[in-house]
């Protein structure tokens, strides 16, 4: 947005006005500038959570070049990223110390290419789902990120959180046909619109240890999964990985629930 012109006729020089943008932040109260360690660490946390787009291109051309075992491993790693990098932002408190950057936008970005878009083309490259079904997620998750309330006050996701990389995850290792792929990604684009709540792993008001150990052992299970193949021959490993999304939807039913409007006020 343009900023007005000083009044030609106002006393003494004009205080030039603040712009956001990367030369913004780095001062706390009162204009004293931030220790250079903490700003160190705070731009760290940012390029740390941009690095996770880096991941999702790297992704997107391990899928075009036809080697899916690659892109998956990627698409792990890049929710690991994600896993972590909230955790350290509030740990850095990187809004205090860099006001002009807003890093959950800068999270919605990247979240979105590797949460939603290279997981949507991974199956449409393995053939599990056709370019018209793959619409359906694409759309649904942009409205998903575009609400304002896509995370709750009470730090809960609002409706399906567009948790597509596990989808493909599961699609492809389970190997399932493209009629049961195309009727799971067609249910869970819809569940996007129904205000249920569930659980934010890392801000959990409960079970918070319990559920972020166990989802690292998860990230390593899958991981085992992609890069050993042989050892899912003889382990159902892929099988018992299902345990943890099934205890993520039950705290999210349990604690979560259907999200209920605030009853107008009375006149």
Known sequence: ???????????????????????????????????????????????????????????????????LS?????????????????????AVKVGEVLPGIDGRRLDDIVDYLNYVIV????????GYV???IAALPILASAYGFAQQEAKTEDDFFLGFPSYWNV??????????????????????SILVFVPLKYVYPSKMPVLRRTTNVAGGLWVVAMTLAV??????ERVPLVEATL????????????????????????A
């Open 167 to 188: 989808v493909a995850l599961y699609v492809w290792l389970l190997d399932v046909t493209p009629l049961t792929a195309t009727v799971v990604v067609v249910a869970f």
């Open 227 to 232: 890069v050993a193949p042989q050892l899912v």
């Open 119 to 126: 997981p949507v083309v991974f199956m449409v490259a393995a």
């Open 243 to 266: 345990a943890y999304p099934a205890w993520y939807l039950l705290l999210s039913f349990r604690y979560g629930g259907l999200a209920r409007r605030p009853a107008p006020a009375q």
């Open 1 to 67: 947005m343009q900023q007005p012109a000083p009044d030609r006729h106002s006393a003494g020089p004009a205080r030039p006005v603040e712009r956001g943008g990367f030369g913004a932040g780095g001062r706390g109260p009162g204009g004293r500038a931030h220790d250079p360690r903490r700003l160190g660490l705070a731009w760290g946390v940012h390029a740390f959570t941009a690095s996770g787009a880096v991941v999702g291109a790297i992704a997107l051309l391990a899928v075009v070049a036809g080697n």
């Open 130 to 132: 056709g370019p018209w």
């Open 70 to 90: 690659q892109a998956a491993v990627l698409m792990l790693v890049a929710l690991a990223i994600d896993s972590v990098d909230g955790t350290l932002a509030r």
